[in-house]
């Protein structure tokens, strides 16, 4: 099985900044594209940032030039820095990833449990 752990939620105040991370264990073979999804209340859950398949970025645009992903490949584990936040980045942020576990031959989809950011103005 594999879990995924998001932490670095919180409060903070308009323009401050957080720092998610997402970790990945289990029994995993392999991890390739990972990132960060969030549901606001009462709207579908949208994609922030990701590492695709091939190793690059893809932000949505609310977020560009604010929002940053990183990954330590060596810990499996994502990182989602957040700056010049605004209320409408208050969310529940997602991680996600596409784990091939030992002696599955093949990718699925994992998410985390998710981590709340509020954005106060």
């Known amino acids: 099985q594999v879990q995924l752990v998001e932490s670095g939620g919180g409060l903070v105040q308009a323009g401050g900044s957080l720092r998610l991370s997402c970790a990945a264990s289990?029994?995993?073979?392999?991890?390739?594209?990972m990132g960060w999804y969030r549901q606001a209340p009462g709207r579908q859950r949208e994609l922030v940032a990701t590492?695709?398949?091939?190793?690059?970025?893809i932000y949505v645009d609310s977020v560009k030039g604010r929002f940053t992903v990183s990954r330590d490949n060596a810990k499996n584990t994502v990182y989602l820095q957040m700056n010049s936040l605004k209320p409408e980045d208050t969310a529940v942020y997602y991680c996600?990833?596409?784990?091939?576990?030992?002696?599955?031959?093949?990718?699925?989809?994992?998410w985390g449990q998710g981590t709340q950011v509020t954005v106060s103005s």
């Open positions: 996600k990833g596409a784990i091939a576990t030992k002696g599955s031959g093949y990718f699925a989809d994992y």
């Open positions: 289990g029994s995993i073979f392999a991890v390739s594209a």
């Open positions: 590492f695709t398949t091939g190793g690059s970025t």
